[in-house]
């Protein structure tokens, strides 16, 4: 069975884009996995991104959540379920994943029980700045939707992670 990883994709970090994409397909067993660059002027383009966003203090701002956003795929990746369809799992990574094992192994761990799956850890960055001089913010969940086992087909996934939520609801 082909797979899908939906890949954060940022036009400043192309680079980063290119390096999951390739590590996955690199340690993929089998027929391999489909990779999907998520792409914010994509969404916007086809309607599925309506988020008013702004530019502020030198970076792109989430309006309706009134914070900071690091990537442009800081809230679309939450539309992974609305491009990928009702059934299944899809994985979603952030663009600077590199695989170094193959990635059917995290789709082997799905669990129906759940509508998505991800990491909980206790993630405080020590760097005060991140990518692109940016500020390194702490908050409850960081880093959590980073890598994401999306349960497609899950009622929780179906009514809770519709394109209008998406583009309604603060990001947190």
């Not at 391999?32 to 030198?58: F, K, Q, S």
């Not at 979603?92 to 193959?102: K, P, T």
């Not at 850890?121 to 959590?144: F, S």
Request: aromatic fraction near 10%; hydrophobic fraction near 40%; proline fraction near 5%.
């Amino acid at each position: 069975m082909r797979r899908t990883i939906w890949v954060g994709y940022d036009s400043r970090e192309w680079e980063a884009y290119e390096v999951a994409k390739r590590s996955a397909k690199a340690h993929a067993r089998g027929d391999g996995v489909l990779v999907a660059p998520l792409m914010l002027d994509h969404c916007r383009r086809v309607g599925a991104y309506r988020r008013p966003t702004e530019y502020r203090d030198g970076r792109s701002w989430d309006v309706i959540s009134e914070a900071p956003m690091a990537t442009e795929f800081a809230i679309s990746r939450f539309l992974v379920p609305h491009f990928a369809g009702s059934r299944g799992w899809a994985l979603f990574v952030d663009c600077d994943v590199m695989f170094r094992a193959d990635p059917h192994d995290l789709f082997d761990l799905a669990d129906e029980r759940f509508a998505v799956m991800c990491v909980k850890h206790a993630h405080v960055p020590r760097e005060e700045t991140k990518m692109d001089g940016q500020v390194q913010l702490a908050y409850p969940r960081k880093n959590w939707s980073s890598v994401m086992l999306i349960n497609l087909g899950h009622s929780a996934v179906q009514n809770g992670l519709t394109v209008e939520a998406v583009n309604t609801l603060p990001g947190r």
